[in-house]
T-cell receptor, first 109, second 115 residues
Framework: GQNIDQPTEMTATEGAIVQINCTYQ??????LFWYQQHAGEAPTFLSY??LDGLEEKGRFSSFLSRSKGYSYLLLKELQMKDSASYLC??????????WGAGTKLIIKP | IAGITQAPTSQILAAGRRMTLRCTQD?????MYWYRQDLGLGLRLIHY???????GKGEVPDGYSVSRANTDDFPLTLASAVPSQTSVYFC??????????????FGPGTRLTVL
């Protein structure tokens, strides 16, 4: 079966750095997304990786290793507004999007 | 303002009733999707449409039906609601359906409770 694993919940301090990991076992791979979802709101796009390596976008970076079935989202200079759930999603060989359950990130002052 | 709208925002429904959730996008996207999101689970695809006039089944299609008469609208119908269909429903769209590599834009969601 297809599976995406993310930690259920993480806690970090304002101003710090946090890394949210995602491992996947899917039938094929055609890319990986990270989305942010604030409580009670819709998911919004953060990043897309299809090649190995690090993609940096401001305070957020996303890393992919296809050989290891692994990605992480790195958030720097954490702000209170970064408190949200972070969803990892993989495009499989049929171009279907498989979603992880999400990681709830709690930022403390 | 371009985007996706969903209606209603929330609804309480008696079991056995028929209900249609509405979704409209004005971005001229080819592909549209319906997901349900339950606590502790990832988004699960109910139905999708890669282009107007075509639809397909997702991971959890039973009890739901969709239609795609035009590019903008993608309604989701529950023919006879059951309590297990209590969930938050998100509609989404993307520019290209078959490639699957375009980001999806989500509507604000409909919170449905079936009693």
């Amino acid at each position: 079966g297809q599976n995406i694993d993310q930690p259920t919940e993480m806690t970090a301090t304002e101003g710090a750095i946090v890394q949210i990991n995602c491992t996947y076992q899917t039938s094929g791979f055609n890319g990986l997304f990270w989305y942010q979802q604030h409580a009670g709101e819709a998911p919004t796009f953060l990043s897309y990786n299809v090649l190995d390596g690090l993609e940096e976008k401001g305070r957020f970076s996303s890393f992919l290793s296809r050989s290891k079935g692994y990605s992480y989202l790195l958030l720097k200079e954490l702000q209170m507004k970064d408190s949200a759930s972070y969803l990892c999603a993989v495009i499989d060989s049929n171009y279907q999007l498989i979603w992880g359950a999400g990681t709830k990130l709690i930022i403390k002052p | 303002i371009a985007g996706i709208t969903q209606a209603p925002t929330s609804q309480i429904l008696a079991a056995g009733r028929r209900m249609t959730l509405r979704c409209t996008q004005d971005m001229r996207h080819n592909a549209m999707y319906w997901y349900r999101q339950d606590l502790g689970l990832g988004l699960r695809l109910i139905h999708y449409s890669n282009t107007a006039g075509t639809t397909g089944k997702g991971e959890v299609p039973d009890g739901y039906s969709v239609s795609r008469a035009n590019t903008d609208d993608f309604p989701l119908t529950l023919a006879s609601a059951v309590p297990s269909q209590t969930s938050v429903y998100f509609c989404a769209s993307s520019d290209s359906g078959t490639s699957g590599t375009d980001e999806q834009f989500f509507g604000p969601g409909t919170r449905l409770t079936v009693l």
